[in-house]
Structures are given as structure tokens and as C-alpha cells.
């Protein structure tokens, strides 16, 4: 089996042993001013982290920075560098790394019959869901993605379930590990039901970054009421860090919607809600949002790539947050998701002038509100104000970027600079809870070279499975809401060409 268990927590304080606290020296922070409610950019400021929180933000003109000894504090020079918070993804599932590349052109439908947790049931073994979560949080880490919410769908037996929470406590990551409820064969909801009290009376991930959350999708269209309340009243009785749930109305008709969640009582509750997607949002599911304080999580990549759309996510950006979903087709991280989002919002809207034969005068979103999404939002809809920002008693989870490298030398606004010209190799250093996480420029897991060979010996065995698994025609109607399939218009580069998709390199 796993082996290693905690061996990976135990070394992603590196570079820091001995010291009671770190100094961040001389770099452009972008912090958050809680009184005005907005981005406060501080040049040449130095950040003080003692434990797991930000103790002090200096400035420029603050002596106090500079009469830190040595002797208890390890100061780390940050000259010309941007530090930024880490990034908020709220909505991923870490063990489908093990697909990576073989699902590049898939549809959401396809994804249903082939990839997705009912496909997946019983063909990965708990060793392969380990090394499948842990190294993609390792992946999220080096792209500057501290928290995740994990919609942990790998829950089909006892085994895949504890598995799954066992990498990511040992990833150092903060992760809300929700533990999915759903109706897998051979693997019962009373039997999750079990699992679920025996994994939270043991408290393994007590005094981790690691916390325990509820991913449940049969709260509509048509629920099991003893069901659902069941795995509600739980989340209420061990006081879960999060509840999600996939919703995707319209022709999909798996709700899920606000809506469904009212009716059960769960939604105003003092445990935040994820909607992640939430694609075809009503007028009610909105304001359900905004009079309870929930939130929806936005995944701009994935929502293009499978066919599912965002028609309505722009008009809710005060109750969203931004997410990955299956990492295993794209990007896997948050600042390709906030720079898709930033310019297909701004497409969406400059259109609505320019159908009308009209010039837009500016621009309809900001660079700043892509930012805030992207880390602030995160922690508003996980209600943890001292997530996705960098201030007086935050947690210390902070991203450091490179600025002379050659995609941001010459920059000024450092919000624009992440945003609209990083990428994730100009990320140095990455801090969870102050302990650094990746550090110039690697992983600093002692145990990720062998975590590295185990992982890809385990996809192999994935893929190989895979690849023998024919692809299934979809034809008359979905079966979860029974709207007819349609192809779409394919279209090529290639003149004369009819396949619209090519060689398949798998």
C-alpha cells in the first residue's frame, strides 16, 4: 500500500528549521485592506510570519523590519520580486491524475460513460488513488494553488476513501477533503454513511491543513429524502468544513440547485455551501445565494471543454469563486482560470454593445476583480476570511514570484503582472501555513522524487486499462434528464477533412 503515510508532511517545512519566524524582505505585496474592502498594493514591504499566521506587514518607511535579528528569524530576501496570496481552487477531484492526456477531447457526456466516478468504480486500487491525489496536489502546489476544495468522488470502498484523505494530508496542501456520497454499485450510501463517522471520530487529519467536508449530488431533482438527510444532519453533527455539490440544471437535469439544497434545510446553515458550476443559475437560485451567503464555484476551463457553459456565472461574481475541476484534461492551475474567465467575461459583455452596432467605451471587468476571485473569493466561499489574503493575522499561505524573469520584467502593476503575464514557471517560492511548500522553484518533499516514479508506474497501469475500454456511441437521450444527444458542428484545419478530432496519440 501507501508506505510513506506522513512522510511528505513531515519535511514541507524545509528551509525554515530552527528559525521561530520568517521575513519576507523587500518585496511589492499585494495585500488586502480589510476597512475599504479592496486590494492594497505595499512596495518594498516585508512580510513577518511566526507559526502559521502573518504576524506584522511592513512598509517601506517602517524601521521595525529592518531591527529583526538573525537570531530567531530567517530573513529571505525578496527584492523585485511580487508577493501575492496563494490561489483558492473550489472545486477539483485530485485522484483523476492518473487520466492525464487521455481524456484531451473529451465531452461532458463522454466524460459520464468513461471517466467520471461511476466509470472509475472499482478499477483503481487504493494505492493508485493515493499516488493519483497526492501527486496532483503536488501539482497544484507548484502552480501556487494553496487550498483546495476536493469533491472526493474516489469514495467506493473504505479503502479508496481513507486512501484519498491519507495523500492529502500528507501533500501539506490545505484541502477541505469532502467525502463524496453518491450511489456507486457494490459500495452502499449506509455503508459511506459508516465510513464517513469512523473516518471523522478518528481525527487523522486533526493538526493538518487537511479538514473534513461533505460532497454530496442527490439533493434533486428527484431526492431520496432519508438519504439526503441523513448525510446532512452528519455534516451538522461533526460540524463539516464545507458541503458541495455538482449543479448543473437545464438540458443536463442534474439541479442540485440552491433551490434544492433550501429545501432540505442545509443551505442556511452555518456551513458554507459549493455550487460548483452551477450552470443554467436561476433568478431564485441567486438570490438563495446572496441571502445566505453562499457561493458558486466557477471552472471556466473545464465548463468550455466539456459542453456544460456558464450562460448566467458573470451575473453571480459576488457569490462565486473559481475552480478547476478534472485537472486530468487542462490547466491545473488557478491563474489560467481567472485569465479565461477575465477575457471570456469581457468578450460576453463587449458583445452586447457591439451586437447593437455601438463602441464600448471600457472595459467591463477588471484585472483586479479576475485577482480577487482567484484567491479572496475562495476564501469567502469556504468562510475563511483569513484565506486568499495577505494581512494582519491571515494564515501564511503566499505565492513569491519571479519579477525580472523575462514574461514580467518591466512590470508595474503586480496585479496585472500575475494575472495577465505570469505563468506558473515564474513562481519561486510557495508557503502553506509558513512552511514552505516549494521553494526555489522545486518541490520541496523529500519523498517526491520516488512519489514521482510510484505515480507514473500507476498511471501507466491507468491508462493501459483505458485504452482497452471501447469508446461507447451516444445515441437516443441522457439518461439523467432525457434530453435527445446531438453532435455538434465539427470543424478542422485541414481542408477535406471530416473526423473534425484527427490521430489519437494515446
Same mark, same amino acid.
Given at each position: 500500500?501507501?508506505?510513506?503515510?506522513?512522510?511528505?508532511?513531515?519535511?514541507?517545512?524545509?528551509?525554515?528549521?530552527?528559525?521561530?519566524?520568517?521575513?519576507?524582505?523587500?518585496?511589492?505585496?499585494?495585500?488586502?485592506?480589510?476597512?475599504?474592502?479592496?486590494?492594497?498594493?505595499?512596495?518594498?514591504?516585508?512580510?513577518?510570519?511566526?507559526?502559521?499566521?502573518?504576524?506584522?506587514?511592513?512598509?517601506?518607511?517602517?524601521?521595525?523590519?529592518?531591527?529583526?535579528?538573525?537570531?530567531?528569524?530567517?530573513?529571505?530576501?525578496?527584492?523585485?520580486?511580487?508577493?501575492?496570496?496563494?490561489?483558492?481552487?473550489?472545486?477539483?477531484?485530485?485522484?483523476?491524475?492518473?487520466?492525464?492526456?487521455?481524456?484531451?477531447?473529451?465531452?461532458?457526456?463522454?466524460?459520464?460513460?468513461?471517466?467520471?466516478?461511476?466509470?472509475?468504480?472499482?478499477?483503481?486500487?487504493?494505492?493508485?488513488?493515493?499516488?493519483?491525489?497526492? @501527486? !496532483? &496536489?503536488?501539482?497544484?502546489?507548484?502552480? %501556487?494553488?494553496?487550498?483546495?476544495?476536493?469533491? $472526493?468522488? =474516489?469514495?467506493?470502498? +473504505?479503502?479508496?476513501?481513507? @486512501? !484519498? &484523505?491519507?495523500?492529502?494530508?500528507?501533500? %501539506?496542501?490545505?484541502?477541505?477533503?469532502?467525502? $463524496?456520497? =453518491?450511489?456507486?454499485? +457494490?459500495?452502499?450510501?449506509?455503508?459511506? &454513511?459508516?465510513?464517513?463517522?469512523?473516518?471523522?471520530?478518528?481525527?487523522?487529519?486533526?493538526?493538518?491543513?487537511?479538514?473534513?467536508?461533505?460532497?454530496?449530488?442527490?439533493?434533486?431533482?428527484?431526492?431520496?429524502?432519508?438519504?439526503?438527510?441523513?448525510?446532512?444532519?452528519?455534516?451538522?453533527?461533526?460540524?463539516?468544513?464545507?458541503?458541495?455539490?455538482?449543479?448543473?440544471?437545464?438540458?443536463?437535469?442534474?439541479?442540485?440547485?440552491?433551490?434544492?439544497?433550501?429545501?432540505?434545510?442545509?443551505?442556511?446553515?452555518?456551513?458554507?455551501?459549493?455550487?460548483?458550476?452551477?450552470?443554467?443559475?436561476?433568478?431564485?437560485?441567486?438570490?438563495?445565494?446572496?441571502?445566505?451567503?453562499?457561493?458558486?464555484?466557477?471552472?471556466?476551463?473545464?465548463?468550455?471543454?466539456?459542453?456544460?457553459?456558464?450562460?448566467?456565472?458573470?451575473?453571480?461574481?459576488?457569490?462565486?469563486?473559481?475552480?478547476?475541476?478534472?485537472?486530468?484534461?487542462?490547466?491545473?492551475?488557478?491563474?489560467?482560470?481567472?485569465?479565461?474567465?477575465?477575457?471570456?467575461?469581457?468578450?460576453?459583455?463587449?458583445?452586447?454593445?457591439?451586437?447593437?452596432?455601438?463602441?464600448?467605451?471600457?472595459?467591463?471587468?477588471?484585472?483586479?476583480?479576475?485577482?480577487?476571485?482567484?484567491?479572496?473569493?475562495?476564501?469567502?466561499?469556504?468562510?475563511?476570511?483569513?484565506?486568499?489574503?495577505?494581512?494582519?493575522?491571515?494564515?501564511?499561505?503566499?505565492?513569491?514570484?519571479?519579477?525580472?524573469?523575462?514574461?514580467?520584467?518591466?512590470?508595474?502593476?503586480?496585479?496585472?503582472?500575475?494575472?495577465?503575464?505570469?505563468?506558473?514557471?515564474?513562481?519561486?517560492?510557495?508557503?502553506?501555513?509558513?512552511?514552505?511548500?516549494?521553494?526555489?522553484?522545486?518541490?520541496?518533499?523529500?519523498?517526491?522524487?520516488?512519489?514521482?516514479?510510484?505515480?507514473?508506474?500507476?498511471?501507466?497501469?491507468?491508462?493501459?486499462?483505458?485504452?482497452?475500454?471501447?469508446?461507447?456511441?451516444?445515441?437516443?437521450?441522457?439518461?439523467?434528464?432525457?434530453?435527445?444527444?446531438?453532435?455538434?458542428?465539427?470543424?478542422?484545419?485541414?481542408?477535406?477533412?471530416?473526423?473534425?478530432?484527427?490521430?489519437?496519440?494515446?
Amino acid at each position: 500500500m501507501r508506505l510513506l503515510n506522513t512522510a511528505a508532511a513531515l519535511t514541507v517545512g524545509a528551509g525554515s528549521a530552527g528559525a521561530a519566524s520568517i521575513l519576507l524582505q523587500g518585496g511589492t505585496i499585494v495585500g488586502f485592506d480589510k476597512e475599504t474592502d479592496s486590494l492594497n498594493v505595499i512596495r518594498n514591504g516585508s512580510i513577518l510570519i511566526t507559526s502559521d499566521r502573518i504576524s506584522a506587514i511592513y512598509n517601506d518607511e517602517d524601521s521595525s523590519a529592518r531591527n529583526i535579528t538573525h537570531n530567531d528569524t530567517e530573513i529571505i530576501d525578496v527584492t523585485n520580486k511580487i508577493i501575492t496570496p496563494g490561489f483558492v481552487d473550489t472545486h477539483r477531484h485530485g485522484w483523476q491524475t492518473g487520466f492525464k492526456t487521455i481524456g484531451s477531447n473529451t465531452s461532458l457526456a463522454e466524460y459520464f460513460t468513461r471517466y467520471g466516478e461511476f466509470a472509475a468504480a472499482g478499477k483503481l486500487s487504493p494505492d493508485d488513488v493515493y499516488l493519483g491525489q497526492l @501527486a !496532483g &496536489l503536488y501539482e497544484a502546489l507548484n502552480a %501556487g494553488v494553496t487550498t483546495t476544495l476536493d469533491h $472526493a468522488h =474516489h469514495t467506493w470502498s +473504505n479503502e479508496t476513501a481513507e @486512501a !484519498g &484523505l491519507e495523500a492529502s494530508i500528507d501533500s %501539506g496542501a490545505r484541502v477541505f477533503w469532502s467525502y $463524496a456520497f =453518491h450511489n456507486v454499485t +457494490n459500495y452502499t450510501v449506509s455503508e459511506q &454513511l459508516a465510513n464517513f463517522r469512523n473516518i471523522a471520530e478518528s481525527g487523522s487529519f486533526h493538526g493538518t491543513a487537511t479538514s473534513l467536508g461533505v460532497a454530496c449530488d442527490f439533493f434533486g431533482p428527484d431526492p431520496v429524502l432519508e438519504d439526503v438527510h441523513a448525510v446532512v444532519d452528519l455534516a451538522r453533527e461533526f460540524n463539516v468544513s464545507v458541503i458541495t455539490t455538482h449543479s448543473l440544471a437545464g438540458p443536463w437535469g442534474i439541479t442540485n440547485s440552491p433551490e434544492d439544497v433550501h429545501a432540505v434545510g442545509a443551505l442556511n446553515t452555518s456551513i458554507p455551501v459549493v455550487f460548483s458550476h452551477a450552470s443554467f443559475l436561476t433568478f431564485r437560485g441567486a438570490s438563495l445565494l446572496r441571502s445566505t451567503n453562499q457561493h458558486i464555484s466557477i471552472t471556466p476551463e473545464s465548463e468550455m471543454h466539456y459542453g456544460h457553459t456558464h450562460p448566467h456565472s458573470h451575473l453571480i461574481q459576488d457569490q462565486g469563486a473559481l475552480g478547476v475541476d478534472t485537472h486530468f484534461t487542462f490547466s491545473t492551475d488557478i491563474l489560467t482560470q481567472a485569465r479565461l474567465w477575465l477575457q471570456s467575461t469581457r468578450r460576453r459583455l463587449y458583445s452586447h454593445v457591439l451586437d447593437r452596432w455601438r463602441i464600448p467605451t471600457q472595459t467591463p471587468m477588471t484585472a483586479n476583480q479576475a485577482f480577487l476571485l482567484a484567491t479572496r473569493n475562495g476564501g469567502l466561499a469556504l468562510r475563511r476570511p483569513d484565506l486568499g489574503i495577505i494581512a494582519d493575522g491571515a494564515k501564511a499561505d503566499l505565492v513569491i514570484w519571479d519579477g525580472d524573469s523575462p514574461a514580467l520584467l518591466g512590470w508595474v502593476d503586480p496585479v496585472a503582472a500575475v494575472i495577465l503575464h505570469a505563468s506558473v514557471g515564474d513562481i519561486e517560492h510557495v508557503l502553506v501555513d509558513g512552511k514552505f511548500v516549494k521553494k526555489d522553484g522545486r518541490i520541496v518533499a523529500q519523498d517526491y522524487p520516488e512519489i514521482r516514479r510510484r505515480f507514473v508506474q500507476s498511471a501507466r497501469g491507468i491508462q493501459e486499462t483505458w485504452k482497452e475500454m471501447s469508446f461507447e456511441a451516444l445515441t437516443g437521450e441522457f439518461p439523467e434528464s432525457g434530453a435527445s444527444f446531438e453532435q455538434p458542428l465539427k470543424v478542422d484545419v485541414l481542408r477535406g477533412s471530416e473526423s473534425g478530432y484527427g490521430t489519437r496519440f494515446v
